[in-house]
């Protein structure tokens, strides 16, 4: 670490608003909004954090409450693989038994805190006191069901019984209404120690158009219009001279030009096959948007040299828009997923899409698509993520320069007077 926040006192609760999405592209907006723009200058900051391998949202946040690169927590993607499983059908990481290590919120239950969650990632039939995670039904699931059996239970049903009636839907940016006057209420009425927010908007506004889009500039009005609101409730319930606010991204995104259907030249290789009405692989792509696993069948050298070769030859022709193909030696440096020997970069602008398609090649401009992704390498440039942090214990005006994912969950530990455990990251704080 290069810079740390000065140690005031012990804190007795930290709210932490993940604004997904909110990244170094922001920052000129940011800083003429009216609360974000406060807390930057009445808090540290940083326009350098730096997300994880790969940027995905799951893969993120479980950084930040972990303190642990994804080697070792184990949320590798936003969802385990499921080859020829359609987008919208597949199983995401949802749930807290698929943790690895220990979190944040572990803690502050084994040292008698209290913690609530709003829609965090990862957090089903968590160890959060009060908690209503992010989940969502499948086919032939029911919505309502699914997240009663994963949450606190009777804390969902004294929500939805106050406030139940001023969700207008459960699509943006209403739901980000919704999620912030439930952190509202659970702030006033229960005022944990921890409290974790999850609000999507603004990634939301980026995926449905483009980086540059007005959509986007609208979506972070709300975004700050939301943030002060909760530090209205803050306020509210009594606790504000002894709360620290944390607000950060978890990945930046890029606008889109060209989607690619990479599988289609495994596919052409023989690779990816059918056989007897049933679709099968010997090598296939798992794609993160802005790179793609290769995931091999097991001992099958022939497959991966073949794949290998199909691979590097694509990366000579532009069209691809591949930028680099990672091998275990790379994938180490960013403690990436273990087993996987092989990843396909792409450059800014493109998408590996993992489905198969009779168009290997799309052109979103010609065609006016308005898209932008994520899951890139955390390195790319202009790719970082805001960080601001606000409040009790927090120094003001101080710039943090770079700072990691992985320093998360020791700050909010020791803001709150806790040792956290052995992790990949430090405290922010001095002691």
């Known amino acids: 670490m290069n810079s740390k926040i000065s140690r005031i006192k012990k804190t007795v609760h930290v709210v932490v608003i993940s604004l997904d999405a909110l990244s170094e592209s922001e920052w000129p907006l940011i800083s003429s909004m009216p609360h974000l723009s406060r807390i930057i200058k009445e808090g540290s900051w940083s326009r350098e954090l730096r997300s994880v391998f790969p940027t995905h949202t799951y893969t993120a946040h479980t950084t930040m409450v972990t303190g642990v690169q994804p080697d070792k927590h184990g949320i590798i993607q936003n969802h385990p693989f499921q080859p020829f499983v359609p987008l919208h059908k597949q199983e995401w990481y949802w749930y807290q038994r698929q943790l690895k290590v220990p979190t944040i919120y572990d803690l502050t239950r084994k040292n008698g805190l209290k913690s609530a969650g709003l829609f965090w990632p990862v957090t089903g039939k968590s160890s959060i ?83 540059e889009s007005p959509a986007v500039e609208a979506s972070l009005l709300r975004q700050d219009r939301r943030v002060g609101e909760i530090m209205e409730a803050v306020k509210a319930a009594g606790i504000e001279e002894n709360t620290a606010f944390i607000i950060l991204g978890d990945h930046g995104q890029f606008s889109i030009d060209t989607n690619v259907h990479l599988n289609n030249l495994l596919r052409d290789e023989g690779l990816i096959y059918e056989e007897k009405g049933e679709m099968k692989w010997r090598a296939i792509l798992q794609t993160t948007g802005g790179n793609a696993f290769l995931q091999l069948r097991e001992g099958d050298s022939e497959a991966e040299e073949r794949a290998l070769e199909v691979l590097n030859k694509a990366v000579k022709e532009k069209k691809y828009g591949i930028q680099t193909i990672y091998n275990r030696k790379d994938l180490d440096k960013f403690r990436a997923a273990p087993g996987i020997k092989y990843v396909v970069e792409a450059k800014a602008g493109f998408n590996i899409d993992e489905t198969l398609s009779d168009e290997t090649i799309e052109d979103y401009r010609k065609k006016g698509i308005l898209y932008a992704n994520h899951g890139y390498s955390p390195d790319k440039e202009g790719y970082k993520c805001l960080f601001f942090a606000r409040g009790r214990g927090i120094k003001a005006g101080k710039n943090l320069g770079p700072i990691e994912m992985v320093d998360i969950a020791p700050t909010i530990a020791e803001l709150l007077g806790l040792s956290f455990y052995d992790c990949d990251g430090a405290s922010l704080i001095s002691g």
Do not use: Y
């Open 129 to 211: 006191n009060w908690n209503i995670p992010e989940i969502l039904a499948l086919e032939g699931e029911n919505q309502v069901l699914k997240i009663l059996k994963n949450s606190s239970i009777a804390f969902m049903l004294n929500l939805e019984r106050r406030i139940g009636k001023k969700r207008v839907s459960t699509k943006q940016p209403d739901f980000d209404d919704f999620v912030t006057l439930a952190a509202c209420e659970t702030i006033k009425k229960k005022k944990p120690n921890l409290t974790l927010i999850h609000l999507c908007d603004l990634d939301n506004a980026k995926h449905t158009s483009r980086i």
